[in-house]
């Protein structure tokens, strides 16, 4: 192994190792709260939440810090389903986790100030910001096709700080994308129904949101499969991980991004249609209607009671 790939297996290697850390780190940080918080409040975050979180974790070690992190460099499809897999699932994953407080809980008390961490005026900026559905939307496509143009995709196959760059970009992206849903949906299994939140914070704006997500990301999908040219010049020197040549690896690629997102993005959104087309739903959107007001009793009437 010469000079160069020595320098650059170390310089990887210690990515990794710094990417698992973190990693750990924030799992034990969130375990450490949840524990906590349902110490003190035992109905407050329901169990499934903790499961939700930890698995994201774990798929996001898979995309970025295990063996499979460095075959993307010998096969665009791997690399592909790496990104797929840190936007479209283990984003939505940690958001269902409702992180937030957990991590603020775990956290030991000589790291946490006096005042509320989520009362500040640039926190409550940062959250009508982050609940606004296009800015949310333009930044999941923006890192799509931004990322996939050749040269930004040259870049990060020849760096591994670019690369990793490259992958917290795609994670980035994917929480602000699925922020406006998540957040949007009745999902605490640990509160009751109620009427009036489906009214509030679903709409028909979330299926629209995200058929028009799958856009992008099929007409990138048909470009890399009918373009019959190979984009990436990257992986004509790559040695092959399996028996398909560069193109054809392209064209599986683009195949896998095509369908992917399609169910990952149009199968909520099914569900959710049908939750807003539901009778309970409708019943709930219906404007109230005054009650009438009950017969106020005279003496004899209470003297009955």
């Known amino acids: 192994m010469s000079?160069?790939?020595?320098?650059?297996?170390?310089?990887?290697?210690?990515?990794?190792?710094?990417?698992?850390?973190v990693l750990v780190l924030t799992a034990v940080v969130y375990v450490r709260g949840w524990l906590c918080l349902r110490k003190a409040f035992p109905e407050l975050i329901a169990g499934w939440r903790l499961a939700a979180f930890i698995s994201g974790l774990f798929l996001v070690w898979i995309a970025v810090a295990s063996p499979l992190a460095a075959l993307d460099h010998r096969s665009l499809t791997i690399h592909m389903m790496k990104h797929l897999m840190l936007m479209t699932v283990a984003a939505p994953l940690l958001l269902a986790g409702a992180p937030a407080f957990p991590l603020v809980c775990g956290f030991p008390r000589l790291f946490i100030k006096s005042d509320r961490p989520f009362g500040s005026w640039s926190a409550r900026w940062l959250e009508r910001a982050l609940m606004r559905p296009v800015l949310c939307w333009l930044?999941?496509?923006?890192?799509?096709?931004?990322?996939?143009?050749?040269a930004a995709f040259q870049l990060g196959m020849r760096s591994h700080w670019v690369h990793s760059l490259e992958d917290g970009t795609f994670l980035l992206a994917g929480l602000l994308f699925w922020w406006p849903i998540i957040t949007a949906q009745p999902l605490l299994a640990e509160t009751r129904f109620n009427e009036a939140t489906l009214t509030t914070t679903t709409s028909w704006s979330v299926p629209l949101y995200l058929f028009m997500a799958t856009l992008p990301c099929d007409i990138l999908g048909a470009f890399l499969v009918f373009g019959n040219r190979l984009v990436y010049p990257h992986y004509l020197s790559a040695m092959q991980l399996v028996s398909l040549s560069p193109l054809q690896d392209q064209e599986t690629a683009g195949a896998l991004m095509w369908v992917w997102v399609t169910f990952a993005y149009l199968i909520p959104a099914f569900v959710i249609t049908v939750q807003l087309l539901s009778p309970q739903t409708a019943y709930a959107s219906a404007p109230a209607r005054a009650t009438p007001a009950a017969p106020s009793m005279h003496g004899s009437e209470a003297e009955v009671l």
């Open 3 to 21: 000079m160069s790939g020595t320098h650059a297996h170390v310089q990887m290697l210690s990515l990794t190792l710094v990417i698992t850390g």
């Open 139 to 150: 930044a999941g496509t923006t890192a799509v096709i931004g990322w996939h143009l050749p």
